[in-house]
Every structure is written in C-alpha cells, then in structure tokens.
C-alpha cells in the first residue's frame, strides 16, 4: 500500500478516535496522539472541551484561523487560552475583518495583534467601532474619517443611537428609513441634528407606528403623492385627526381591492360610500365580512 496512503488513514483514525473519545482516553494516550496526528485534523470540540488536549497540543502546528476559532469558543466556555496561543499569533499578520468575532467577545484583545489603531482603514475603524465598545470609542479618532451613511448608522446602532456617538458620524449622511428608525429610539431627542423631510411614506408609517405622538411632524403633502395605500394606511392607524382627505383627495380608481378591504373594515362610515364593490373578490369579503357581517348586502355577486 502506497505509504501515503497509510499515512493518512493512520491519521485520520488517530484523529477520529480523539474526536470521539477524547474524554475516556487517559492523558498518557492523548499525549501519543498529539505526537503522531495532523493537528489540523484534530477536531475544534476535542481540543475546547479537554483540557488534557490543549495540554498536549503543538500550537504551532495549528492553522492561523483555526487557532483564532479555538480562542473564540473557548472563551466562550470561559476558557482564556489566549497566553498558550500568542507566541504562535505573533507569527501571523492577522486583519481586522478576521479577528471580528474575536473582537465582540474580547475587545481589549486588539492589543496582542501588531494593529495600530490610530493607522486603520476608514473600512476598519467602521466594523470594530460598530462593535460597539467604549474601549474603541476611546482609542479611534473618528474625526479623522469621512465614514459613508451605512458606515455611520452601523456605528449609531452599536452605541445604541447614543447622541454624542452621532454627533461624531457622518449622521447628514443618513437616509430617510434610516432617520426614523433613530427616532423610534430617540423619540423628539434629536430632531435639532436630524433631516426628518428625508422620510419617506413608508418611513412614516414606520416610525408612526411606535411613536403616534410624532404624528404633528408628519409632512402629509407627501402623502398626495406615490402609492395611494401609504395614505390609507396612515388614515387608518389615527382617529384624530380624520385623515380621510389623504385618499379622497386622490385618484381612488388607483386603490387595490385590498386597499378598500382595509377601509371598509376600519373606516367604513368615511368610506363605504365610495367603495366600487366589484373590485372586491371572495377573499377580500371573507375578511370584510368577518368584521362587519351586515355588510352582506353589499356584495356583488
């Protein structure tokens, strides 16, 4: 048999007999193994979960990013091994986006890589400050990147919408969608920094739907214009004001038999009189009906 052969089936028996039996097997065996085996094939889970493992392991032996995932999972055991593993990181130019993970649960662990915080990318100050940890916002200038409106509302939502973090990001930047999802955090905090003219219909609604008390905000012009059922969903969602205007002012033949199922069933007293029934289909009255069961006498057959 070709001696490769042997080889590899010699290891990939030795490696599997850890993975299964690493917790039976004496340290004494364990140790003969780690001797023989490819380490790269020692499953991951043999070597968190047994200290009798890593004991034995040859670290440099161990492929770059799979040492980075044994300290990750480890640490997540509450295992820190990150002093067995350094002089074998120090021999590894390791990024960023690699360490990421890493970085979420150990953000001071930045400081065993050769990664001078105060030299990163704008693309690398942007994912470990959207990390969300006071020990970046410490370290990084971030006066000194223009970051994009993605980059900075990531940044936003890791401080959780903090407003001084805001005031350092691109926040002009930031889209209509957005702005109200800060709002919906914020509530009337930020309107002094915040462009609300960039909400659209749907942006709106959105931020409408967790705070109805910002509805004085609303511009309702731009309700007169794009798809009609954004008006009817907003006329729906409020008694006071009656904001039927927002659909009877508009082209109501544009309206979809879905959009008069919604108006007939919380607004029928504003709307009932101008629904074109035959739009209407089994589906829409089922819904209709179960609402207001006198409305029977209104179906086209």
């Not at 907003?234 to 002012?249: G, R």
């Amino acid at each position: 048999m070709n001696v490769d052969v042997i080889s590899i089936s010699v290891n990939a028996f030795l490696a599997d007999m850890l993975c299964k039996h690493y917790k039976e097997l004496p340290s004494s065996i364990i140790k003969h193994i780690a001797k023989t085996v490819d380490h790269d094939r020692i499953p991951e889970r043999a070597i968190i979960y047994s200290e009798d493992v890593r004991s034995v392991i040859d670290w440099s032996q161990i492929d770059r990013m799979k040492l980075i995932r044994i300290l990750i999972r480890c640490l997540d055991q509450d295992i820190d091994i990150v002093d067995r593993i350094r002089p074998q990181m120090d021999k590894f130019d390791y990024k960023i986006k690699e360490l990421i993970y890493l970085l979420e649960r150990r953000p001071h662990y930045i400081k065993y890589f050769p990664i001078d915080l105060n030299k990163i990318t704008l693309s690398e100050a942007a994912t470990v400050l959207a990390l969300g940890d006071d020990y970046f916002l410490e370290k990084i200038d971030l006066s000194k990147y223009r970051f994009n409106f993605k980059e900075s509302m990531k940044i936003i939502q890791g401080y959780k919408y903090d407003r001084d973090v805001m005031e350092k990001v691109n926040y002009k930047s930031l889209k209509g969608y957005q702005v109200s999802e800060i709002l919906v955090h914020t509530g009337t905090r930020d309107l002094d920094i915040l462009d609300i003219s960039t909400l659209t219909n749907i942006d709106w609604i959105n931020l409408l739907e967790h705070k109805p008390e910002m509805l004085s905000l609303c511009d309702f012009s731009k309700f007169m214009r794009g798809d009609i059922f954004y008006s009817i969903k907003l006329c729906c969602m409020f008694e006071t004001p009656n904001l039927s205007y927002l659909v009877t002012d508009r082209d109501m033949n544009s309206i979809s038999p879905f959009g008069w199922e919604k108006l007939l069933i919380e607004k029928p007293e504003e709307f009932l009189a101008h629904c074109n029934f035959s739009k209407l289909d089994e589906n829409n009255w089922k819904y209709i009906l179960d609402k207001h069961p006198d409305f029977h006498i209104y179906k086209v057959d």
